[in-house]
């Protein structure tokens, strides 16, 4: 996907990363040490859901975006849900599209191959360890939330989030608002499954216990070999997500980042994670520093 399609988001991406540089050399100078949040413990949870996207049985009909759209109460897209030029650019979630389908002409594949793009509900989530205020929270249930309360809109998740997936909604100037996927959490909860899965007329989205999902995903892949690239992306990529895909055709050619550790990522961010004390020991400045940041962003965007 093009990370810099969006323009406004790189823009900023620079200012916070400036801050966060800021804050961990302040970090560096007072000695502070590093205070990295600690993994959760997924083992308690041993039935968290997760999703299973195939991708050669999606037809790119997009009525998953479209029951998203209405499951969250997000306006109508610009482009109508059943026209076509929508896939002449790569899209990624927005504050009014949680969820997008992009098309690939991919090598080896005789037709075009569509790829459904949100929130992967990492198991050990980067946005999570990213962010100062501890806005994000893997849940039992396996779906990562986010708590617009005590956000304060630094950002720091999209930068951690390593499928750009949390997106900023920028008509809440004055009540900062990061936006993403919850998998349909309320639903789950209740005994129902996500929209989109219910919805895809072709079954190419399965909601289940994660574990069972991985089950489902070797079986087809052993008992189909022609059928599928040996790889079930996401059972540990940073370290597992809750969102797992089968594919015809390798990951990369379909801007699935190939380079991740299996790690989480949570253990790679110590150093960045160094800096969060010094967050709260300077916040008025660095909140001054966001804010003055994003509004001179604003005025020439
Ligand atoms: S995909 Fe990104 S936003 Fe979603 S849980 Fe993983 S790190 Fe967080
Ligand atoms: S509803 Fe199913 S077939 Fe249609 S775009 Fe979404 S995943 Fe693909």
């Known amino acids: 996907m093009d990370r810099k399609g969006d323009g406004k988001m790189e823009l900023k991406r620079r200012d916070f990363l400036r ?33 299973l996207t195939d991708l050669t049985e999606c037809v790119g009909c997009r009525t998953c975006e479209s029951a998203c759209n209405a499951a969250n109460g997000l306006p109508a897209p610009d482009v109508p849900f059943d026209e076509k030029s929508v896939f002449d650019r790569k899209r ?18 005789a037709n ?13 989530p980067s946005c999570a360890a990213a962010c100062p205020v501890r806005a994000y929270t893997k849940t039992p249930e396996g779906p990562v939330l986010y708590d617009k309360d005590v956000c304060f809109g630094c950002r720091y998740c999209m930068v951690a989030c390593p499928f750009y997936a949390p997106a900023y909604d920028y008509e809440s100037a004055l009540e900062p608002r990061v936006v993403k996927c919850t998998m349909c959490h309320g639903r789950i909860r209740a005994g129902g499954i996500p929209a989109c899965a219910g919805s895809c ?22 008992r189909f070999p022609d059928r599928y690239v040996e790889q079930v992306y996401g059972e540990y990529e940073a370290g597992g997500t809750g969102w797992l895909y089968l594919s015809g055709v390798p990951f990369p050619q379909l ?10 990522i949570v253990e790679n961010t110590k150093g960045f994670l160094s800096a969060v004390p010094l967050v709260f020991t300077l916040w008025p400045a660095l909140l001054g520093l966001c804010y003055a940041a994003n509004g001179n962003k604003e005025e020439k965007g």
């Not at 075009?112 to 050990?124: A, D, F, L, T």
């Not at 069972?212 to 070797?218: D, S």
Request: aromatic share 8%.
């Open 19 to 51: 801050v966060a540089a800021l804050a961990a050399g302040g970090a560096a100078f007072l000695g502070r040490p590093a205070d990295a949040l600690a993994s959760p413990d997924l083992s308690g949870w041993p039935d968290r859901a997760g999703m």
């Open 92 to 109: 990624r979630p927005t504050a009014s599209a949680y969820t997008v389908v992009n098309r690939y002409e991919a090598k080896g594949s």
């Open 112 to 124: 075009p191959v569509y790829r459904k793009v949100q929130c992967n509900h990492c198991e050990e």
């Open 201 to 222: 007329p072709v079954g190419a989205i399965t909601f289940g216990k994660r574990k069972e999902l991985l089950k489902i995903a070797r079986d087809r892949i052993r």
């Open 255 to 264: 801007d699935f980042p190939d380079n991740l550790p299996k790690k989480p």
